[in-house]
């Protein structure tokens, strides 16, 4: 064995140099979670609203039928439509002989209030449009033509509830909404009120009863109706007109609807209605208006005017002017809604991209996965001559005296001949001694010890290139261990002189713990299936540094392993491509690693990971102008990475949204489903991933847990890596904490 060291002064500063280090990048980085778990707030905030704002508004039906109304006064169940409580007395108002309250329910709706309001422009008639606050937030503008036009608004709730069994808090939050919704809207709240699935006076029973007095008690006036166009059945024209006519002369207080389903009947049969009602003699007025009439007839005043030219101020006596905190919190309340209407369409429509995607991957992986098991199985397929000549093993080693044992004691039982190079990057706990000693108690004469001041994994890989005796290097990690035959398997690629790297098969030694079996999945499925895609495709995007073969010549080609990025792994295979190099997955030379045993350090390592392929494509942009062979990654293989690496996963989290927005607002059982499918596709892929890589299938009933859990922890640290990538941010290659329990080969199952 032979040592090289370097200064005593340059290994003790490493540590605290390490250390600041680390320490401002944490600092830097709590900001940048902060903003991705923001972001996800944002988006989950956008869904519950949208999905909040488009509850059903269901058919116009009492949801209850039969209730007592033992404590309703009979005064009022024989009263006119318009209850309101004065001096804290319950009283009604009927609408005067030969005058129509003309009252629509349910709106806005961006196709019919339109078109009513344009009737009742062109017939010089208001109307009382009792509207719902999830469609006023939805449509303001239409709420403002509304009130400028001369006509009242009323309350019907936010989300069209019957209000007889909710709660104090719901009633007043249905309320409140409304109003803000109408201050944002139009500047203007209101004291009217109707409820939903309400109909004449009569009808208010011991449930509903409370509900208005607390209402009255708040200052609402609450409207009922004395006849009802049933419109909403859609039976025809002319029953709808028929329906609407009250008796003789009797006053009424009208309903239609502008919302709440299919309206083109009510469209036509309204032009008709009024013009039928005017020729009896009627007139048009609000219930502002019926009230005000009321008070007047004792002195002896005639009818109220009719039309939005006889006062508007008569007319929409129930508006009050929004000022303060109302006015601004309606507007932001409007703005939110915007936002929401906007970017739902737009999040659905790059969730179908997504689905594509994902299911084309899916689709993908399977094919050329099937494919290539089949070309590298053939009796007939050869790399070329058996390669037998030695090769140099590469171990950079950084505070591995956990590890570092096995991992020697694992080349040691190597079938191909090699000479193994430890490079020990300035480690403060001891692992040169340990590979030193561990060298000499199995006997080992193939190894060096190289010690050099702490200055990162590429640096070490580097120096161990450049003191490599063959033709061909291997690189290893210092936690991981190979298989006997893993090196001679690894190496038969390079008898093709076109090949100049070779990925090996790295699988997760510690897999016997959740979080180490979701990554035994990951590795299986993500990474080595998705290997087998990408080496028929010949655009192979990533070596893994825990298992990876060299020809020398070509690193030093490439100018060795980069410190651009902290993919150093991703970074120096697009070289290699773009030297014309041919880079090819041998999936018979497999190493065990040790994967993080936390989620913290899970975190840490993918976060590294996703960073520096982001900045190893970033680097290598121009590869996608590269022309011949060279060219392959940039056309082929940098837009397949950048779609099902970094694009895809980054809005995948869109269709667990979307599943939890589809379960709570639309239906249950139907998205369910579609989750369940979905899982199915993905078990079908990864068993078919354990059977091409002879894996016990028992870890997969981890899977359905892997996607609730482990997944949704993938795509935040996606999302902060691409967070730190737009501000500019820079990590440091990150040291995991070791347990030292993946042992040789023969000890994992």
């Known amino acids: ?242 329906w609407a006519t009250p008796s003789k002369s009797d006053g009424a207080s009208v309903l239609f609807h502008d919302a709440g389903g299919e309206r083109s009947q009510t469209i036509k049969a309204l032009p008709t209605y009024i013009e039928k009602m005017k020729a009896k003699g009627y007139t048009f007025t609000t219930i502002s208006g019926v009230l005000e009439k009321e008070q007047q007839q004792p002195a002896g005043q005639g009818a109220v005017g009719v039309g939005t030219g006889t006062g508007v101020n008569t007319l929409q006596a129930a508006h009050r002017e929004a000022t303060g905190a109302t006015l601004y919190e309606g507007k932001a309340l409007i703005g939110a809604v915007a936002v929401a209407e906007w970017a739902v369409p737009a999040l659905s429509v790059g969730l179908m991209v997504v689905g594509v995607a994902v299911m084309g991957r899916f689709g993908m992986m399977l094919i050329l996965a099937r494919r290539h098991y089949r070309q590298r199985n053939k009796r007939r397929f050869s790399w070329g001559p058996t390669v037998t000549g030695p090769v140099s093993v590469i171990v950079p080693a950084y505070n591995e005296k956990e590890c570092i044992a096995n991992t020697l004691e694992s080349l040691a039982r190597s079938t191909h001949p090699i000479e193994i190079i430890v490079v020990d990057d300035g480690s403060t706990d001891g692992t040169s001694e340990i590979a030193r000693d561990a060298a000499y108690g199995l006997g080992m004469t193939n190894v060096r010890v190289i010690r050099q001041e702490n200055a990162g994994k590429p640096a070490a890989l580097n120096n161990g290139v450049r003191n490599a005796s063959y033709d061909i290097v291997i690189m290893m990690d210092g936690d991981t261990v190979f298989e006997p035959d893993a090196v001679h398997q690894l190496v038969q690629p390079f008898a093709d002189p076109e090949v100049g790297a070779v990925a090996g098969n790295a699988k997760v030694g510690n897999r016997d713990t959740v979080i180490g079996a979701w990554q035994h999945i990951e590795y299986v499925m993500g990474f080595n299936l998705d290997r087998r895609m990408y080496d028929l495709l010949r655009c192979m995007p990533t070596i ?83 022309k011949g062979p060279s060219g392959r990654f940039g056309r082929v293989g940098m837009p397949l990475v950048v779609i099902f690496q970094i694009v895809t996963p980054v809005f995948a989290p869109l269709i667990d949204v979307f599943t939890a927005y589809s379960m709570i607002f639309i239906d249950f059982q139907a998205a369910l489903l579609a989750w369940l499918a979905v899982l199915g596709i993905q078990l079908v892929c990864a068993a078919y991933a354990f059977r091409l890589d002879k894996e016990k299938y028992r870890y997969l009933l981890m899977m359905p847990l892997q996607q609730l859990a482990y997944r949704q922890m993938m795509y935040l640290v996606l999302i902060h890596s691409c967070i730190t990538a737009l501000t500019g941010g820079r990590l440091r290659w990150q040291k995991l904490k070791r347990t030292g329990e993946v042992g040789t080969p023969a000890g994992v199952s």
Do not use: C
Not at 108 to 135: C, H, R, W
Not at 602 to 623: E, F
């Open 1 to 242: 064995m032979t040592t090289t060291t370097t200064s005593r002064r340059g290994r003790r500063r490493a540590p605290s140099r390490i250390g600041r280090a680390a320490g401002k990048a944490a600092a830097l980085q709590k900001p940048r979670v902060l903003l991705a778990l923001l972001l996800l707030l944002a988006l989950t905030s956008v869904m519950l609203l949208d999905g909040y704002l488009r509850a059903e508004v269901g058919g116009d039906q009492r949801v209850r039928d039969g209730a007592s109304s033992s404590k309703v006064p009979d005064k009022i169940l024989d009263g006119g439509p318009i209850l309101s409580f004065r001096g804290g007395q319950a009283t009604t108002v009927s609408v005067p002989d030969k005058t129509i309250a003309l009252t629509f329910d349910d709106g806005p709706n961006p196709t019919y209030t339109p078109q009513v309001l344009e009737i009742l422009e062109k017939y010089d008639v208001p109307a009382t449009f009792f509207v719902v606050g999830s469609m006023v937030s939805r449509y303001p503008g239409i709420v403002k033509d509304m009130v400028e036009q001369g006509n009242e608004v009323g309350i019907h709730t936010f989300t069209h509830v019957d209000l007889s069994y909710q709660s104090d808090a719901r009633v007043n939050r249905e309320m409140q909404q409304t109003q803000l919704a109408l201050a944002g809207a139009a500047g203007i709240t209101t004291t009217l009120f109707r409820a939903p699935y309400s109909s004449e006076t009569d009808a208010i029973d011991n449930y509903s009863w409370p509900v208005y007095q607390k209402l009255g008690e708040d200052g609402y006036t609450s409207v009922f109706v004395d006849t009802d166009s049933d419109d909403w059945k859609k039976p025809g024209v002319s029953k709808i007109v028929k």
């Open 544 to 626: 893994p540094g825990a298992i990876g073969a060299f020809r020398r010549d070509a690193v030093l080609q490439v100018g060795g392993m980069s410190e651009d990025t902290l993919a150093e792994d991703t970074d120096i295979t697009i070289a290699m491509h773009r030297a014309g190099w041919r880079v090819v997955y041998q999936e018979h030379a497999k190493a065990w690693t040790e994967a993080p045993g936390s989620l913290k350090q899970l975190w840490s390592q993918r976060y590294r990971w996703s960073y520096g392929t982001m900045q190893a494509l970033w680097k290598h942009r121009k590869s996608l102008t590269d």
